[in-house]
């Protein structure tokens, strides 16, 4: 009786705070990284989440892309921003992938797994927030099927003016900014990198309601102190690194 109840204080802990396991890029070590190919890997591997990254292209549809030109990527060469999807979508983006549409990875995802898009590029907040709408007036989705996030937190807000039902999440790349500003208050979590977070910060944050999501941890050892610490999500290249 002594060891039960403590075992159903933890599930009951578990499942009110539940872990999520975030496919950074998809399953960038897998599979190109932020390709249909990525996503269908990491969602096979596993994850509660993927996490892609968003720019607006020339002819303005939302493209799937991390950074601003499409050189290191693709076999092309030049900033994202300037190609219409007509000249993204003939370059070879890995493995013979094309670089994906926003709109292409939910249909993908189909509700699968919960979809964290980062605003990566300007004028990327308003079409996210319509796309979100469409899916979830017309295709049967929820809010709660997304989670937004970005390290442009001028961009972030404009999002969550226009679709304040869906959870937001500052990125920082230290831990020790996150509470300077007031904008904080309309996060549901912050994303941080793995090496500026200690103890102290992780509790702080927990005080005040925000989840800490860490990024990137790729070896299976750092993802279980950071569980232990009490991180609330962990993106990793590797989502078969998990464990239970
Ligand atoms: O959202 C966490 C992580 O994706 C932020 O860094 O450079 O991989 O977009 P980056
Ligand atoms: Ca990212």
């Given at each position: 009786?002594?060891?039960?109840?403590?075992?159903?204080?933890?599930?009951?802990?578990?499942?009110?705070?539940?872990?999520?396991r975030i496919g950074h890029r998809g399953a960038y070590d897998y599979e190109p990284e932020n390709t249909l190919r990525s996503f269908e890997k990491a969602i096979e591997l596993g994850v509660d989440m993927i996490e892609l990254d968003v720019y607006q292209c020339a002819s303005h549809e939302l493209v799937v892309m991390h950074d601003d030109d499409v050189d290191r990527t693709t076999n092309g060469h030049g900033p994202v921003e300037a190609k219409t999807l007509a000249q993204l979508k003939l370059l070879d983006a890995g493995k013979g992938e094309k670089i994906p549409t926003l709109q292409e990875v939910f249909d993908l995802?189909?509700?699968?797994?919960?979809?964290?898009?980062?605003?990566?590029?300007?004028?990327?907040?308003?079409?996210?927030?319509?796309?979100?709408?469409?899916?979830?007036?017309?295709?049967?989705?929820?809010?709660?099927?997304?989670?937004?996030?970005?390290?442009?937190?001028?961009?972030?807000?404009?999002?969550?003016?226009?679709?304040?039902?869906?959870?937001?999440?500052?990125?920082?790349?230290?831990?020790?900014?996150p509470f300077a500003k007031?904008?904080?208050?309309?996060?549901?979590?912050?994303?941080?990198?793995?090496?500026?977070?200690?103890?102290k910060y992780i509790d702080r944050a927990h005080k005040k309601g925000l989840?800490?999501?860490?990024?990137?941890?790729?070896?299976?050892?750092?993802?279980?102190?950071?569980?232990?610490m009490g991180v609330d999500g962990i993106f990793s290249n590797y989502p078969d690194k998990f464990g239970a």
């Open positions: 009786m002594m060891k039960i109840v403590p075992l159903i204080l933890l599930l009951a802990f578990a499942t009110l705070h539940p872990f999520i995802v189909n509700r699968k797994v919960k979809i964290n898009i980062e605003l990566k590029g300007p004028h990327t907040a308003q079409a996210t927030a319509d796309l979100i709408y469409l899916y979830v007036n017309s295709k049967g989705w929820r809010f709660d099927d997304f989670y937004v996030s970005s390290f442009d937190h001028q961009e972030l807000m404009r999002f969550h003016a226009a679709c304040p039902q869906v959870k937001i999440g500052g990125l920082y790349e230290s831990s020790r900014k007031k904008n904080y208050k309309s996060f549901y979590a912050i994303g941080v990198a793995k090496n500026s977070l200690t103890q989840k800490i999501f860490a990024y990137t941890v790729n070896d299976a050892d750092e993802i279980k102190k950071m569980k232990a």
